[in-house]
């Protein structure tokens, strides 16, 4: 069972720039390629970026170019560098994690997911 606890969140001006850390711990967390999602008030839950055990990385497309994602197999951390925030960046994210089996394709589906961190509040203020 693998748990997760999301940090970094809080109140930012646009234009700034806030870090997420994601710690895992209980289980072989290299093995699991790991996801960041967020969700805006009255809104889904949207995907924001993964990086697979493998180290390969992939956007939606409203972030790329802005956010990065990172992961560190050692201390058992992913990071979310979010840099040139806006308002529309505002909601709550989460961390999450998924088996990666090699060879197959990225999954990105909330439903897709083993297991979720209970999220860390982002807040940019126009």
């Known amino acids: 069972q693998v748990q997760l606890v999301e940090s970094g969140g809080g109140l930012v001006q646009a234009g700034g720039s806030l870090r997420l850390s994601c710690a895992a711990s209980?289980?072989?967390?290299?093995?699991?390629?790991c996801l960041w999602f967020r969700q805006a008030p009255g809104k889904e839950r949207e995907f924001v970026a993964t990086i697979r055990r493998n180290g390969a990385t992939y956007f939606e497309d409203s972030v790329k170019g802005r956010f990065t994602i990172s992961r560190d197999n050692v201390e058992n951390t992913v990071f979310l560098q979010m840099n040139s925030l806006n308002p529309e960046d505002t909601g709550v994210y989460y961390c999450?994690?998924?088996?990666?089996?090699?060879?197959?394709?990225?999954?990105?589906?909330?439903?897709?997911?083993?297991?979720w961190g209970k999220g860390t509040l982002v807040t940019v203020s126009s």
């Open positions: 209980g289980g072989a967390f290299s093995i699991y390629a």
């Open positions: 999450a994690a998924t088996m990666d089996r090699p060879g197959t394709a990225m999954l990105l589906a909330p439903r897709s997911m083993d297991y």
